[in-house]
């Protein structure tokens, strides 16, 4: 690909934290992966070596924020870093899972906004925009100060069921914080919206499902949510659904962090399909029989295309 905009062909840097995501990523743009030496010491100290030059290329360094997660971010700002004082042309930080985006307000005292402090530490390591998928919330994007494209599963997902073509559907959202996203998802689908409703107990630090706004007896539930931790609001939700009656329910969200006991807590389910996608790494033994993984790769390099060679990337979703 030849040079635009005043930068070199596009590179393509992979971190450790979604290799297999890089890879497919390398093969829609037929761009390969280039290669860098990264050691860690006894001292837990990490260094790069680039196995070659940078010097005004147009750089993506693609590296998702999941376990291990404060690794991975490390990882993350040393090669940018890296890639900065090589005088690369542009550098572009794709991370299509932000690691502390649920840290994003001061909601109690003494306590820190660290969704911001990630993105300052990006922004000092040298990046001069950002790439990610499915923020937990909106005005993440307001700590960044350098351009960057936030962008959403929400069609891959949407589609999918589009195609499936249930009968009697209906879309539930796991808490009424993800109404709106979940009120898109149904008006695609063309099927009406319920919600569950969470409660916290005084004295108790978690919520718990309690009941469900809408109607979903005798119905096909899609149950959506952004990310599954440990899958505890998505045990609850799945189990008050059926307490109201519910038929076959599809769980569908973006980031399948799932870590213990959330593959066995889901496997147990009563329900039909899980739907996710690979923002971050599904290891073997986490990938359940009713589990289908969609990629996020097409989008993203299909984004990293037009970003590099200047045409709209609103077109791509026909905004």
Known sequence: MGELFGYGDIKLYAGSGCLELAEQISNYLDVPLSSYDLVEFPNENLFVRLHGSVRGQDVYLIQSHGPPVHRNIMEMLIMTDCLYRDSAGRITVVFPYMAYARSDKKDQPRVPITARMVADMIEVAGADRYMTIDLHAGQIQGFFSIPGDVLTAF???????????????????????????GRNFAATLNVPLAFVEKRRDIGNTRAHATTVIGDVKGKNVVLVDDEVLTGGSMCEAVEI????????IYLSFTHPLLVPP??????????????????????????????????????????????????????????
């Open 155 to 181: 069609h891959i997902l949407s589609d999918y069921f589009v195609n499936k073509r249930l009968r009697n559907a209906v879309v539930a959202t796991a808490d009424l914080g993800f109404a709106k996203k």
């Open 241 to 248: 659904l059926k307490e109201n009656g519910a038929e076959d």
């Open 262 to 319: 959330a593959a066995e807590e889901l496997a147990k389910l009563p329900i039909k399909e899980i739907v996710t996608t690979n923002t971050l790494p599904i290891p073997k033994e986490k990938r359940l029989p009713n589990m289908t993984i969609l990629s996020v790769a097409d989008m993203l390099a299909e984004v990293i295309l037009r970003a590099h060679e200047g045409r709209s990337v609103g077109e791509l979703f026909n905004e």
